[in-house]
C-alpha cells in the first residue's frame, strides 16, 4: 500500500505522516510504505526534509506548465512513476493548487486533504484570519476526501481549538497545525487499516 505525499511548503503536516509511519510501524501492520513526497514548488522546504530522510521526491514547478491541464498530467506521470501501477492514497498536505477534475477522478477514492477550519466554515484561503475576524470562539481543521468541487467532499475527521481572546492569526494557526499533525497520521491509518 503506497501512499503518496503532496506538499507546496513547509511540509509539517508530511512529516508528521512519515513520523507516524516510522513509529507506528505502518509497514509491519498494514504493509504501508511513503512511496514519496511530490511538491509543485522545487523551493519547499518539505522537499529537502523529506530528502534528508531518504524519501524519493519530486519536484514539479508548476509555473513550468502553459496549463492547468498539462500540470496535472505532470503530476499524474510523477505521482504513478513513483509507485506503478499506482498509489494506495494521495495525500494532499499543505499543498496549495486547486486540482482539475480529471486529476481527482483519475484518483477518485484515493485522495484526501487536510483544511485548516471546521468546514463547511471557511472554505479557501486565509481561514484563521477569517475566524477571527468573525469573531469565533473556537476554531479547527479538516481532513476529508477530494471531490471535484473545492473543499467540499465527505469529512473524515475533525478537530477543534479554542480562540484565545488576544489570538493572532499567527497564534491560531500554530495551535491548530498542532491538531492537524495528530489528527492526520490518525486518519491515514483508519484508511489503511481498513483497507
Ligand atoms: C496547514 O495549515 C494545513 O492545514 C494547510 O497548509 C498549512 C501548512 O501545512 N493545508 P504544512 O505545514 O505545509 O503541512
Redesign the pocket.
Known sequence: KNIVVL????????QAIVRAARDRQWGRRWGARLAGVVSNRPEAA?LAWAQAEGLPTVALDHRAYASREAFDAALIQAIDGLCPPGPFLVV?????RILTPGFVEHYAGRLI????SLLPAFPGLHTHERALQAGCRFAG?TVHRVTAELDHGEYLDQVVVPVMPDDSADTL?AR??TQ?HLMYPRVIERLLAAG
Do not use: R
Open positions: 506538499i507546496s511548503g513547509q511540509g509539517s503536516n508530511m518539505g494532499l498536505a499543505g499543498f496549495m486533504n487536510i483544511h485548516p481543521a494557526a491548530v497545525l492537524e
